[in-house]
């Protein structure tokens, strides 16, 4: 089992995008100290409910400044880029790094981001497939030609190439965020991972991870393939330790929902949608009832229950809830002193 990290420099209200930056950097700091598996960073663009506009880019600065864990984007947002660009950055960041980062590579939603970059409400309900089919002929190819109307080009190659810079011959790993059938159709086709959100429980992911399994062999892989045998899905939930579960409960409800309230009412539709919102306290209630909240043995026991029953071994756990810089890094130490030790 590998846990790791999710990180969204989440701006609590009264603080200013300088500490929550500071708080994400210095939680991924101490979760290598913690023994972690992975830092997942989050990306999000005009809204304080995550600062981080380039997970990309922090993954760089993070790469930078550890030596031993992984780094992941979760996720960088596809149609608000191109593909090639974004693979030419994964590419750099996996050759410098020594193969220690992942990229996650999501939908995103119908947010004003289209707009602001040029890509419009057409790059995010229909041109996904199309783009990473792009990204992955990129990252796995020594020369790419765009042939279709949107993304059309001569044949270039491809510099950085991350297959042949490491002995292992391998390309950096593409992990997909997958909230609907649809979007398990996607990643199963193509043999990749899938990133769950943390507002579903383990009942819903392991069905969808049933889902990938028979959209990847109706795809044409094989059992035996290696990414259907073995593959390696990511479940993304929150972490809160405390000597006691009511602690910890506590914890999570005076900090998170006026975070969640602040930044979730922020995100502006391109088309003027309407748009449903969560409640604040209650999804906060929520998350606490299906993830590791609570004492170091309860955290460990619901990690272990989680991943019986969907068949998933990595998690990307939200370390943040509190909005304290000090009690973030506690919660980080606590994570990987006390719970990693039993799981293991």
Request: proline share 6%; with cysteine.
């Amino acid at each position: 089992m590998r846990v790791g990290s999710f990180v969204l420099a989440a701006q609590f209200p009264g603080q200013g995008q300088g500490e929550a930056l500071h708080r994400a950097v210095r939680s991924a700091e101490v979760a290598e100290e913690a023994g972690l598996d992975t830092v997942w960073l989050a990306e999000h663009h005009f809204v304080p409910y995550g600062t981080c506009p380039s997970a990309v880019t922090l993954a760089a600065l993070l790469l930078g400044r550890t030596r031993r864990i992984r780094v992941g984007t979760a996720v960088s947002v596809l149609p608000t880029v191109h593909p090639v660009a974004l693979g030419e950055q994964a590419a750099l960041l996996h050759v410098t790094s020594g193969g220690r980062f992942s990229l996650g590579v999501g939908r995103g939603g119908p947010w004003v981001d289209l707009e602001v970059f040029g890509t419009g409400l057409e790059a995010y309900e229909h041109g996904f497939p199309e783009s990473l089919d792009l990204l992955m002929s990129w990252l796995r190819r020594p020369s790419v030609a765009g042939g279709s109307e949107r993304f059309g080009f001569r044949e270039v190659p491809v510099v950085p190439r991350p297959s042949e810079a490491l002995s292992g011959g391998e390309s950096p790993e593409v992990v997909v965020a997958c909230t609907s059938p649809s979007s398990v159709r996607t990643a199963a086709g193509r043999g990749l991972p899938m990133l769950l959100g943390m507002h579903v429980g383990d009942e819903e992911k392991a069905e969808m991870v049933a889902l990938w399994r028979t959209y990847a062999l109706a795809a044409g892989h094989s059992p035996d393939d290696i990414a259907v045998a073995a593959a390696s899905h990511v479940s993304a939930g929150v972490a809160q330790i405390a000597d006691r579960r009511t602690e910890a409960v506590e914890t999570l409800q005076k900090a998170m929902p006026g975070w969640l309230r602040q930044g979730l009412e922020a995100h502006v539709t391109v088309d003027d949608r309407k748009r449903s919102m969560r409640d604040p306290a209650a999804y906060t209630e929520l998350l606490c009832g299906l993830h590791p909240v609570g004492t170091p043995r309860l955290c460990a026991d619901r990690l272990a229950a989680t991943s019986e029953r969907t068949g998933i071994t990595r998690f990307a756990l939200l370390v943040e809830g509190s909005g304290d810089l000090a009690a973030t890094e506690e919660n980080v130490r606590r994570l990987g002193g006390e719970v990693l030790s039993r799981l293991r």
